[in-house]
């Protein structure tokens, strides 16, 4: 049995040491359901918390990748669809140059199918100048390919190239000035077409097979990122479920340490009854 003493209480002093680690664990348990994290800082675990935003940081990269790919697809899909319009149009003007190619047609007839033509030969003009997004335009040659980011590390990219569709080009080879103004002429300009068909739909495949390329990369990225935060999850949230158990038991103990405590404290008092 431990000696009375007015200047020391062992007692109150282990109940203390005892209540005080409770309260430091509840506060632990406290910041952890407070935040969701079992690790929320270095203090917590330096190791765990240094792999953690090391994957952090590579999900911040990879949403970075993902507007990238984004955005690409949107230049790229822009450009497709203005391409399948361009292909309508051809074949609207593909009629208008084998009508005109008829002999039989007199002056008048032929002027009309030749303003029909112009009107559709000028819109495409107006839809190559329109197929812009986010001021790029991949069909009126001014822009000689576009990138989009594939990794994390801005290291490996994936490049469209550009498909110039503008009248008198490599694709559609019908010039700027075309008309029906002769038979001669428009039997002439339906090969053309012909020609500059077959060049559109090659060159809206190869488009297609960006635009999915891109399409199955952002889809990977996604899977990517979403293994990542999982992981992140498995390193570093707390169990809530765990953490409330935990919080209970912990309160209880830091009752029974304050009652611990307090009785301790009134031990001095006994030596107050030796001296009635």
């Not at 409770?22 to 330096?46: C, F, H, W, Y």
């Not at 490049?159 to 002439?188: F, K, M, R, W, Y």
């Not at 077409?193 to 809206?204: D, F, K, P, V």
């Not at 495949?205 to 390329?213: E, I, N, P, Q, V």
């Amino acid at each position: 049995m431990a000696a009375l003493s007015v200047n020391t209480n062992y007692g109150a002093m282990v109940a203390l040491q005892q209540l005080n680690s409770t309260n430091m664990a509840l506060s632990g348990t406290q910041e952890r359901i407070n935040t969701g994290l079992k690790v929320a800082s270095a203090k917590d675990n330096g190791a765990i918390y240094a792999i953690a935003q090391g994957m952090r940081a590579d999900l911040s990269g990879f949403g970075v990748v993902l507007d990238s790919l984004d955005r690409t697809g949107s230049t790229v899909d822009v450009a497709i669809a203005a391409g399948s319009a361009i292909s309508d149009l051809l074949i609207d003007m593909k009629e208008k140059a084998l009508a005109a190619s008829d002999e039989t047609l007199t002056t008048a007839q032929r002027a009309a199918f030749s303003e029909d033509f112009k009107a559709l030969r000028d819109q495409i003009d107006t839809i190559v100048s329109n197929a812009e997004f986010n001021g790029v335009n991949l069909i009126n040659g001014s822009t000689a390919e576009i990138t989009a980011f594939a990794d994390a590390d801005g290291n490996s990219v994936i490049t469209v190239q550009d498909e110039n569709l503008s009248l008198g080009g490599g694709v559609v080879t019908i010039a700027a000035t075309a008309s029906l103004d002769t038979a001669t002429n428009a039997s002439a300009l339906v090969s053309t077409i012909e020609t500059s068909l077959t060049n559109l739909n090659q060159a809206l495949a190869r488009l297609g097979t960006s635009s999915k390329a891109l399409t199955i990369h952002s889809e990977f990225v996604t899977k990517l990122r979403d293994s990542l935060e999982k992981g992140v999850g498995h390193l570093v949230d707390a169990d809530m479920a765990k953490e409330s158990a935990k919080l209970q038991a912990l309160q209880t103990k830091q009752q029974l340490g304050v009652q611990a405590l307090s009785i301790a404290n009134q031990a001095p008092q006994i030596i107050n009854s030796l001296f009635q």
